[in-house]
């Protein structure tokens, strides 16, 4: 299923005439309507010079939370560690900003662009503890795909 994603991931990048965040919104919805644990799925992005994240297109329920200081929950973590960050439980994460109450898992991948973390994709799931090492990958490769659209842009 991932290796068939990823093909279409790339086609979406490589799409003349198309602007960024539509090309964003449409990844998100790709991986929403194709991968049945993600329920949740968004980018948030390093707000110009602030320490904080500014959400960007996302598909699924509406969220509160469309800036996010860096430290702050799962996503803030990320912006701060520059690492992947993988809540089998979000339950039991003391620093989690809740989203919704159907939320329990999550996963956070973040975007390089020259070395440096601009920003992310970010996935809920109403599943318990869903997310394999399978997940990280493929969003890994997602993220890199996304940093080329934002060298391009």
């Known amino acids: 299923m991932f290796d068939t994603l990823k093909a279409k ?3 979406i990048v490589l799409q003349q005439n198309t602007t960024l965040d539509d090309k964003l919104l449409e990844i998100c919805t790709l991986l929403e309507a194709n991968i ?4 949740w799925v968004g980018f948030y992005f390093k ?6 994240l500014k959400l960007g297109p996302y ?7 469309e800036i996010i200081p860096f430290g702050k929950g799962i996503c803030g973590q990320v912006a701060v560690s520059n690492e992947n960050f993988v809540v089998p439980d979000v339950a039991a994460q003391d620093n989690y900003i809740a ?9 956070v991948i973040p975007i390089f ?6 920003g992310q994709i970010d996935i809920d799931s109403s599943t318990a503890d869903p997310f394999t090492e399978a997940d990280e990958r493929f ?3 997602v993220c890199s795909k996304v940093s080329e659209l934002l060298q391009a842009s």
């Open 9 to 11: 991931v790339e086609t």
């Open 36 to 39: 049945s644990h993600y329920d």
């Open 47 to 52: 707000n110009g010079d602030k320490n904080e």
């Open 59 to 65: 598909v699924g329920e509406p969220t509160d939370h």
């Open 99 to 107: 989203c919704s109450i159907t939320v329990k898992a999550e996963i």
């Open 113 to 118: 662009v020259n070395g440096e973390n601009i």
């Open 139 to 141: 969003l890994e490769f």
